[in-house]
């Protein structure tokens, strides 16, 4: 394993933030498992967590106008770190209050943190994609090995509902090599009756991104 200091990696037209390594699963998918870097950046694996000054100076060493968007995405759960990421966040949109701002997570902050933590995305965040994965507690347990096990899967539904009424826009996602026809119908079914949308994206490997 090769580490660096990769706090700010670019994909497409986004930045990424690269905040962590730690999470609270062990995805059989993870990109995590076959390499040290996503879209061919240099190694994710931190030498050292970033402070919140860090990860400040690395995101304005950046020209933020060329941007789309600015996700926290990392190698690991970025809300582990949600004071910290909420806190960079409203810097960001301090100076950038048009630039997006998106947040890929697993879903489980509330566990995490112990508590709702929904109100904490308001006014920091535009966009929340949470991470399915599976239809059911049973298949996310056989895949994901959640650190907090059965109570993962209902606890990342009940993470969406809420985050939903907090930013602009929330997405679950889910992997589609991972799942059968049927199982994709039922992820579609789960979104709709939350009232969020099924992002549906490809296997992809630490070669070509996360
Ligand atoms: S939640 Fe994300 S970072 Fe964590 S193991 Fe799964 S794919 Fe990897």
Not at 3 to 12: G, L, R, S
Not at 33 to 44: E, K, T, V
Not at 145 to 158: D, I, M, N, P, Q
Request: net charge negative.
């Amino acid at each position: 394993m090769n580490k660096a200091m990769t706090i700010v990696y670019e994909v497409d037209e986004g930045l990424y933030l690269n905040i962590t390594n730690r999470c609270t699963n062990r995805c059989e998918f993870c990109i995590r498992n076959n390499g040290d870097g996503a879209y061919g950046s240099d190694s994710l694996w931190l030498e050292h967590e970033p402070t919140r000054e860090e990860i400040v100076d690395a995101v304005f060493s950046r020209d933020l106008e060329k941007y789309s968007e600015v996700v926290f995405c990392g190698y690991g759960e970025p809300t582990v770190r949600l004071d910290d990421m909420r806190y960079v966040a409203l810097k960001i949109k301090e100076k950038h209050p048009a630039l997006t701002i998106r947040v890929n997570t697993n879903g489980h902050s509330d566990l995490i943190h112990g508590k709702n933590t929904a109100p904490s995305f308001a006014d920091a965040f535009d966009v929340v994609s949470v991470s399915l994965n599976t239809p059911n507690s049973q298949k996310y347990e056989q895949i994901c090995h959640s650190v907090y096990k059965e109570k993962a899967f209902s606890a990342l539904l009940t993470f969406t509902e809420n985050v939903k009424n907090y930013v602009q826009k929330t997405l679950l996602s889910v992997v589609r090599q991972s799942l059968t026809e049927d199982e994709l119908s039922e992820c579609y079914a789960i979104a709709e009756k939350i009232g969020v949308s099924l992002k549906v994206r490809d296997y992809i490997s630490s070669e070509s991104g996360v």
